[in-house]
């Protein structure tokens, strides 16, 4: 069918980026609704829509195309920021604060030491690590143990938003895959400054951290002067809000680039202002929902299509093991975190469900290692990349079967909603 | 930093659009023009600001933005519902002078066309250079321009010619693009008859492919604008790399799918992403057209030759002048004519940035000389005009004059 429609009167037709655009819309809307009757979010349907429709599934899109396409990827995240500030109100920081400060402490000081021990046991079947001396695989393992440690919080987003999810477990997510996201990155530049001087022989620089916390510092800054412009323009603007979005998330997106901030964070305290310091937080909340229904098809659908099927298949049984160990931990110092900060049991049950997942995130600090360290990194992030596909495909439906247990869904939705409702929408 | 200028200009024009108050009158009448100058003082020929790369980087937004206002067009133009509110003998009389009042107009609009784009031969401008591109270009515009007179509410006949005229106004535009296809000289790797064949084709299976995917008229709105997004960018994304006019597709899906129950649901459920998505391909438009003298001649030409043929239609449709109000109305344009042009154009039709350029200068002229015209009266904006702010759409009954 397809190929006929590729083929005027003989003549090939591509149908570029834009084609793409559509094909994942409509294959994600399907596989959406499909994965939605067989009781999985559909954001796993739209997944699996890329992953089959991506250059390693039937190639009905091409490399070139899911570059292109990865245009949607600043905006959909921006989205996902602003919803996730505008979420945190001051009264779910004041009930949450305890439980996200133990959990997250619990995963860092438990996660990373224990994934780069295993990363440094299971070495020796690793053929890219041989010729490295033992001080430099510990620093390649603690790298390791850092990626481990990194959530989706894209994915936590969309699930919260696809199954309109309420209670303490939501909540909880919502707080700790924040504050792990802004956790991870001082921590990945220790790593790498380590392994740096480790490998390529480089001397350590302690000013990194000084240009990190000021980053960050900029970063939280221009998050509130950012969510300031906001709220002004959803007072002045009151009739092209969906296109003032689109504007705003690409323009800040490009801002924050130019000026080195951490988009995610700039968005999430833009967010966050809208929403505590200013009466348009629910404005923000409806036009950023109403942006975001096919934007988020074709971010996760594009997600999926980027999957190294090959990778995979090839890394599949150190990855499963990668994959079980990570998830094991998981649970392990989640249930220890909620135990130290006295939650109520449903969280301590089921408080790890959220972050089983990883994508864009891990990826992108992935390739951030095979720039920096060519002879060991372009490995690792394959071996990275085949780890992030099984969390990504098991994370969002482990997370909704978690909110499901803990009886946090809305009353009409059995697990996520039946309807025609879209992730997002 | 280009990228970044480009979006707070749009930010900023959105808050304008938003503002009624800030751009009441005059102004809000002249948003058109002024989109359209705005895109080409942007544009790498004017200022600068955009480079040429940017510029051909936003071609896809473009094809996905003709397309989609092409469905909205196409939707609207099948709309029965003011007619149902005259008489059955009053609704067949205005038929008839519908039917004739829309021949006549049209024929002279494409006449007039005509010898409009011969104009720059006999000043030894740059020419359409052969008979079919000049015939299917005088089509285009001929077509998309003329649009359907209005009439005044004076009595119940009026009102159902005026509805049967809304019913076929834009109808005209798919009409003319469609033959069109035929008639100009092949540049797609289809022959033309096929070219028009796969475009028609292509419509129809984009209207099957939304009544599919998007489920009933009782089905949720978010899975049906999900699903027309995903079938015009399937459609644009094939027809653009195909060398095809999508937005003729897309008129000729909209229309189809306007004489269903989903229709009027699909109409009434993407009436708010009309006006930015005109915001938008009005300001590309202007942004990738190049302006010569030619086409200023042409376009120029274009406007008094349509504001010839809407005073007589109009005079002769209600028996009487029209009355200020009612011309400007009528010659205030819509955005069918830079759709259809902007559409070939990224079809990669010879000549195809002429058109274009002639078809935006035919509309700025309109624009214009529609404010000039109505100015100090309370004319309203025609059914697919940029400038409709939200007080008077909502405040104009059904029955009132509209194109």
């Excluded at chain 2, 092409?70 to 003998?89: K, M, T, V, Y």
Aim: proline letters at 5%; aromatic letters at 6%.
């Amino acid at each position: 069918m397809l190929r006929t429609l590729r083929n005027f009167d003989g003549v090939a037709v591509h149908g570029g980026p834009v084609f793409s655009l559509g094909f994942l819309v409509i294959a994600g809307a399907v596989f959406g609704k499909l994965a939605s009757a067989a009781r999985l979010p559909k954001l796993t349907g739209f997944l699996v829509a890329g992953i089959l429709a991506g250059p390693q599934g039937f190639a009905i899109l091409n490399v070139d195309d899911v570059k292109a396409l990865s245009l949607i990827n600043a905006l959909a995240l921006a989205l996902i920021a602003l919803q996730a500030g505008a979420e945190l109100t001051l009264g779910t920081l004041q009930r949450t604060w305890r439980s996200v400060m133990w959990s997250s402490l619990s995963q860092t000081s438990l996660i990373v030491p224990v994934m780069a021990l295993l990363f440094f046991a299971l070495s020796g079947s690793m053929r890219f690590l041989d010729g490295l001396d033992t001080a430099s695989v510990v620093a390649v393992a603690v790298i390791w143990g850092v990626l481990a440690l990194t959530r989706s919080p894209a994915v936590t987003l969309a699930i919260l938003s696809e199954t309109r999810a309420r209670g303490p477990l939501a909540e909880h997510a919502l707080g700790v895959v924040v504050l792990l996201d802004v956790l991870v990155l001082p921590l990945f530049a220790a790593a790498m400054a380590v392994a740096r001087g480790q490998i390529s022989g480089q001397a350590f620089e302690v000013e990194i951290f000084a240009h990190l916390a000021q980053d960050l510092f900029a970063s939280v800054c221009a998050g509130t002067a950012f969510g300031l412009v906001v709220a002004l323009l959803l007072r002045v603007i009151t009739r092209e809000r969906v296109l003032m979005v689109v504007v705003v998330g690409y323009g800040i997106t490009a801002l924050s680039a130019y000026l080195r901030y951490d988009t995610l964070l700039v968005f999430v305290v833009a967010g966050f202002v809208v929403m505590n310091l200013t009466r348009f937080g629910p404005d923000l909340v409806k036009t950023s929902e109403q942006t975001s229904a096919g934007v988020m098809i074709v971010f996760f659908a594009t997600a999926g299509a980027k999957v190294d099927l090959v990778a995979l298949q090839q890394l599949w049984p150190i990855a499963l093991a990668f994959f079980f160990a990570r998830a094991i931990m998981t649970i392990i110092a989640c249930r220890v975190g909620h135990r130290l900060a006295n939650d109520v049991p449903v969280v301590t049950r089921l408080g790890f469900t959220p972050f089983i997942s990883q994508a864009g995130v891990t990826i992108g600090l992935a390739t951030i290692v095979a720039d920096v360290l060519p002879d060991v990194g372009k490995a690792l992030a394959t071996l990275v990349i085949a780890v992030v596909g099984l969390n990504e495909l098991a994370g969002p439906v482990i997370f909704t079967l978690g909110l499901k247990k803990a009886g946090e869904l809305p009353p009409h939705v059995d697990h996520v909603d039946h309807g025609d409702h879209v992730v997002g929408g | 930093m280009s990228t970044i200028l480009v979006l707070l200009l749009l930010l900023s024009i959105a808050t304008l659009a938003s503002r009624p108050a800030a751009l009441s009158g005059l102004l809000d009448r002249l948003l058109t023009p002024l989109l359209i100058m705005l895109g080409i003082g942007c544009a790498p020929g004017g200022l600068a600001l955009l480079s040429s790369s940017l510029v051909e980087s936003l071609e896809p937004a473009l094809a996905v933005g003709v397309t989609w206002l092409g469905i909205l067009i196409g939707l609207r133009s099948a709309s029965r519902e003011a007619s149902r509110q005259a008489g059955r003998a009053d609704q067949g009389r205005a038929s008839l002078r519908a039917a004739i009042v829309v021949v006549s107009s049209t024929s002279a609009s494409v006449l007039l066309a005509m010898a409009a784009l011969t104009a720059p031969h006999l000043l030894g401008l740059r020419r359409y250079d052969n008979a079919p591109l000049l015939a299917g270009a005088a089509l285009i515009l001929g077509g998309a321009l003329v649009g359907s007179p209005p009439i005044d509410r004076d009595n119940r006949i009026e009102l159902a010619l005026r509805s049967r005229l809304i019913d076929v106004g834009d109808l005209i535009a798919v009409a003319c693009a469609i033959v069109a296809l035929a008639i100009l000289p092949p540049w797609s790797p289809l022959p033309p008859s096929m070219a028009a064949v796969v475009v028609v084709g292509s419509g129809l299976l984009l209207a099957l492919v939304q009544r599919l995917l998007g489920g009933s008229a009782n089905g949720d709105p978010a899975t049906r604008t999900i699903a027309l997004l995903g079938v015009v960018a399937v459609g644009a994304g094939l027809l653009h790399d195909a060398g095809l006019p999508s937005a003729v597709a897309g008129l000729v899906a909209g229309a189809t799918l306007g004489y269903t129950e989903l229709g009027r649901v699909l109409r009434a459920a993407l009436a708010p992403t009309e006006r930015p998505a005109r915001i938008v391909v009005v300001f590309l438009v202007g942004t990738m057209m190049p302006l010569s003298l030619t086409s200023l001649v042409v376009g120029g030409l274009l406007a008094a030759g349509q504001l010839v043929v809407q005073f007589v239609a109009t005079s002769w449709a209600v028996g009487h002048r029209p009355s200020a109000r009612v011309l400007a109305t009528g010659l205030s344009s819509s955005s069918a004519p830079l759709v259809v042009a902007a559409s070939y154009a990224l079809a990669g039709l010879p000549e195809g940035e002429l058109l274009l350029a002639t078809a935006a200068v035919a509309v700025v002229t309109m624009d214009v000389l529609a404010a000039a015209i109505g100015l100090g009266t309370r004319w309203q904006f025609p059914a697919g005009a940029l400038s409709t702010p939200p007080s008077a759409a909502q405040s104009t009954p059904p029955m009132v004059v509209q194109r």
